[in-house]
């Protein structure tokens, strides 16, 4: 007997068109999802157009004056091969350089530098820029911009920061950045941009984006970024997958045999149209985006034509060509007069788009068809005949369900798209979609580049050689993966050994007050985590028992701390120490499962204490063994509290998880962004669950969970 | 030969025992004693110099005065206690449902619970200070509350789940025929028959927010609103080890006890999902 279970059959009406209207929306929302990704891709695909021109154009400038003033301090030129002209210029000398070299001279050479034609044209042409083309010309109109995140770097260190509220003391806002710029001119450190765009480094974009005078040099790299909603084309094609969903309503007029198979005939058809409509949108898109920055490119050819710096439209064209940074550049031809983009160049974006778009769609495109078939074969109705008959149920545990969705589920799918994007420490700008970065993330983190380069591609050497990202000086994932496995196998060995060690002692009646012994060896495993690695950590400290122990039989030198493979050891044993009760009370209560009659039989036999226990005692007992044991493995893999504050956060002994509580935690850590942990988290979970499902395929655990 | 024996394995077994938990007697005798024997009280006590005399309650007395260690004490309690109830609450309507309802989803909904057990809180520390914020609950106890109720909640599920898998229903379906609605089934038959899986539920989540010190030192900036153990490391940062000590004798006693007290539940629940058949 069911209790508060109804039953009622919901009966299968128009079960083809539902199943229609359901793949299609699923269509439409992935297409959605696309839509809103690339409208705001587009934004920054607007201004990383606008800014390749005006790089090549100071560029242009630079090579026109020819040469550059001589590097005094000669500290910065190191000219490397193969680095872009915009490395270069900041290396050798530049208005970056210019003005530090002013900056330091005092007032002469500010004076000098008035009257260096070539600062006076940069000033005059990026001034004109900003004040013709919406970007912020002051320190009030910046405060009022939505703003890229901006943070200062000296060395490896960040110091300042755009945004208020998460910063800690020390560290400077916004508002004070203005004076950070006149700071830095004066102690040599770049402002760094460490957000990355679609497919664009913005480091490098706002580095060269300094010569416009005093008050916006210095690396204050900003970039608008308008949040777009692409409303015109998202109504435009909800409409149109409602129109499209019409086209099944004949097919239930069609014999019972053929309904399905032209049902989804209909629905390529119907993603076909879709496909073939958004893409176009899309081609339109990526053109009228690159044509916006048409009149900026007559403006500057007319500036330069002034000042006598470019002769020809066609000089002027081969310098926007060029390419900046990781931006590639489009190109411009001036066939009648006018600029026109070049076909070829800006096929390359469309492309882009284009391919990106077509995985998505393809994926969503089975998704879709998995769901007509599905529900076209009545899934649905099973469904609603489900949530009908169980309705009682499901208020049972619909808060519970609801909140494991939203506390545990929402949080975990929040990590995995995280993981794609750049999403800054700072929160500033929650917009995942323009901080798509692709599989940057996991690239950084198992440096596919530098592995690449060892095996001697070149792209990826010049890569290495070029990308601060793999300058880092502390244990790389690999290392700590490697740290991770070695404390999880020694601990585990460890804890295996005392826990059966201790069972099968205290399993034998004939030894005296075995109860108090369990009840003593089974305090490490209730006393908190947290305390017993504070107390470890102490205990084998300076002042700590043990030390004094040490001391009183003659080891006066001993230092846990001086030999970092007994460090390393000593933190298996503590998490073991933790752990070993554990194992104890499982194999003990397993033990004491075995009956009578086995254990006389082997007596009987003659069988030795040692044969007894690996030959027979063990193997009986394995089934509640190695399941405790791959549980107690996973506890030790993912053990935080006793890794993290038995070494007080020692880089060098850092597990997986002790490293992305540090992304987390740690101020010298935060060049990395939230995207970067979040991806870190993913590797970890993929590697645990792979662990798992390798364990559990070799103990056939599987079998067992239910 | 067979005496000789026990004697032996009675003289490893406390040996191994007092090796093993010489810190924890450690940290016990030092919070009796006063501030400047605590560096020696090794060569003391091999000296015949430790008298019972020198005892000292000062410790208990100095931290139990300590206004920010009774803060973190009523800052743990509070959340430690609303966590425990709201998830045993909640653990104990799903457990039910889940136990005694083959419904659809069922067992998709039990496999994600038990995977999400074997997955540390630590992985989900980005995406909780990232909807904290949003939510204004960063720096809170609140917020704290919500993301402990992630780590408990799962757990008080199956452990109800597991209970009423072992109580049949006949009981239930009797009050149903004499007439009980579904709240009276829950008032006067549900929970007074499950009141020890309650009690394990309610202590096993009680113990875990008392015992969680990688969120709240991620949230918690505000050292008033600090619980019990960022409270306790920030003693230690301190170099107040005879505080810390008397605060870790304090804080250790209730959840050793509590925790003997459910261990054996405790052990069945969390294997169950592996070693059960």
Not at chain 1, 11 to 34: C, D, K, P, T, Y
Request: with cysteine; hydrophobic share 50%.
């Amino acid at each position: 007997m069911k209790l508060f279970v109804k039953n009622y059959v919901f009966s299968e009406g128009q079960s083809l068109f539902w199943a229609a209207f359901l793949s299609i929306f699923l269509l439409f929302f992935l297409l959605f999802v696309h839509l809103w990704i690339i409208s705001n891709s587009l934004e920054n695909f607007k201004t990383e157009i606008k800014i390749t021109a005006l790089m090549n154009t100071s560029k242009l400038i630079y090579d026109k004056y020819g040469g550059a003033t001589t590097n005094e301090t000669g500290t910065k030129s190191q000219t490397k091969k193969g680095k872009s002209w915009l490395s270069f210029y900041e290396e050798e000398s530049s208005g970056f350089d210019l003005l530090l070299q002013s900056k330091s001279k005092g007032k002469e050479t500010a004076k000098e530098k008035e009257e260096n034609p070539k600062f006076k044209d940069f000033s005059y042409i990026l001034g004109y820029i900003v004040t013709n083309y919406g970007l912020p010309a002051d320190e009030k109109e910046l405060l009022t911009k939505d703003l890229w995140n901006i943070e200062v770097i000296k060395g490896e260190k960040l110091i300042a920061s755009s945004d208020i509220e998460s910063l800690d003391k020390g560290k400077i806002s916004i508002k004070n950045l203005f004076r950070i710029k006149k700071d830095s001119t004066e102690n040599n450190f770049v402002v760094e941009e460490r957000n990355r765009g679609f497919f664009v480094g913005y480091d490098e974009v706002i580095k060269g984006y300094t010569f416009k005078d005093e008050d916006l040099t210095v690396g204050v790299g900003y970039i608008e970024k308008p949040l777009v909603f692409p409303y015109t084309p998202l109504i435009f094609y909800f409409i149109l997958s409602l129109i499209l969903a019409l086209i099944f309503i004949p097919i239930k007029f069609l014999p019972e045999k053929i309904k399905l198979y032209v049902g989804i005939a209909l629905l390529i058809v119907v993603a076909l149209i879709l496909y073939s409509s958004y893409s176009n949108y899309l081609n339109y898109t990526v053109y009228s985006k690159s044509e916006e920055v048409k009149p900026l490119i007559s403006d500057l050819f007319k500036l330069l034509q002034e000042k006598g710096l470019v002769n020809s439209k066609e000089e002027f064209v081969q310098y926007l060509s060029k390419e900046v940074g990781d931006i590639k550049a489009i190109s411009y031809t001036s066939t009648d007069g006018t600029f026109d983009i070049e076909p070829s160049s800006l096929k390359y974006y469309q492309n882009l788009f284009l391919t990106t778009f077509t995985l998505i769609y393809l994926i969503a495109f089975l998704l879709s068809l998995g769901v007509f078939y599905y529900s076209a074969k009545g899934g649905l109705e099973k469904w609603l005949n489900a949530f009908y008959n169980y309705s009682v149920v499901y208020i049972f545990i619909i808060i519970a369900l609801l909140l494991v969705f939203i506390l545990i589920g929402v949080p975990f799918l929040f990590t995995i798209i995280m993981s794609f994007t750049s999403l800054s420490r700072y929160l500033s700008d929650l917009n995942l979609a323009r901080q798509f970065v692709g599989l940057y993330n996991y690239q950084d983190i198992l440096n596919i580049h530098h592995i690449l380069a060892m095996i001697g591609f070149e792209k990826s050497k010049e890569i290495v050689e070029s990308s601060p990202f793999f300058v880092r000086n502390f244990p790389n994932f690999y290392q700590v993966l490697i740290n991770t496995f070695l404390y999880t196998f020694f601990s585990v060995i460890i804890q295996v050994t005392l826990g059966v060690l201790f069972a099968v002692i205290l399993n034998d009646n004939r030894v005296k007050i075995r109860g108090m012994y369990q009840v003593l060896l089974i305090l490490p495993w209730v006393i908190p985590t947290y305390i017993s690695a504070l107390l470890w950590r102490e205990a084998l400290g300076q002042y700590g028992i043990f030390k004094q122990l040490f001391d009183s039989i003659g080891l006066e030198g001993f230092n846990i701390y001086a030999n970092s493979t007994v460090y390393f050891l000593s933190i298996c044993f503590v998490s073991a120490w933790y752990a070993f009760p554990f194992i104890m009370i499982v194999t003990l209560s397993g033990l004491q499962g075995i009956s009578e009659s086995v254990k006389d039989a082997a007596l009987i036999d003659g069988a030795g204490w040692f044969t007894r226990l690996f030959s027979i005692y063990l193997p009986l007992i394995r089934p509640t063994l190695l399941p405790s044991v791959l549980l107690s493995s996973i506890w030790t893999f993912n053990n935080f509290n006793i890794v993290y504050l038995y070494t007080g956060g020692n880089d060098a002994y850092d597990i997986l998880i002790t490293r992305i509580y540090d992304f987390v935690s740690r101020p010298d850590l935060r060049v990395f962004t939230y995207g970067y942990a979040a991806a870190y988290s993913t590797l970890v979970f993929i590697i645990l669950l792979i662990y798992i499902l390798a364990f559990a395929r070799i103990t056939k655990l599987t079998e067992r969970t239910y | 030969m067979k005496r000789i024996y026990y004697v032996l394995i009675q003289v490893f077994l406390i040996l191994s025992v007092i090796l093993l938990l010489l810190p924890v007697l450690w940290v016990v005798l030092i919070s009796f004693y006063s501030r400047d024997l605590m560096r020696t009280i090794f060569s003391e006590i091999l000296h015949g110099r430790l008298h019972l005399s020198s005892l000292t309650l000062g410790n208990y007395l100095y931290i139990l005065t300590d206004p920010n260690f009774l803060q973190w004490l009523l800052n743990s309690a509070i959340v430690a206690a609303s966590v425990a109830f709201v998830s045993t609450f909640i653990g104990f309507m799903a457990g039910y449902g889940i136990s005694r309802y083959q419904f659809p989803g069922r067992r998709v909904f039990l496999i994600s619970l038990l995977v999400t057990q074997l997955f540390p809180i630590a992985m989900m520390i980005v995406p909780f200070l990232i909807i904290m914020s949003l939510l204004g609950l960063i720096g809170t106890l609140q917020g704290l509350s919500l993301a402990y109720l992630a780590t408990t909640l799962p757990f008080s599920i199956w452990i109800l789940k597991g209970f009423f898998d072992t109580v049949p229903s006949d009981i239930e379906e009797a009050a149903v025929v004499d007439g009980a609605n579904l709240l009276q089934l829950i008032g006067y038959v549900l929970i007074p028959i499950s009141r020890p899986a309650l009690a394990t539920s309610f202590i096993f989540s009680f113990v875990t927010c008392w015992n969680e010190y990688a969120i709240s030192f991620v949230f918690l900036s505000d050292v008033s609103l600090y619980t019990l153990p960022p409270g306790i490391k920030s003693l230690l940062d301190n170099n107040d080890l005879s505080g810390f000590a008397a605060a870790v004798v304090l804080v250790s006693i209730p959840v050793v006890f509590l925790f003997m007290y459910i261990r054996k539940e405790l052990v069945e629940s969390v294997t169950l999902g592996s070693v059960k058949e």
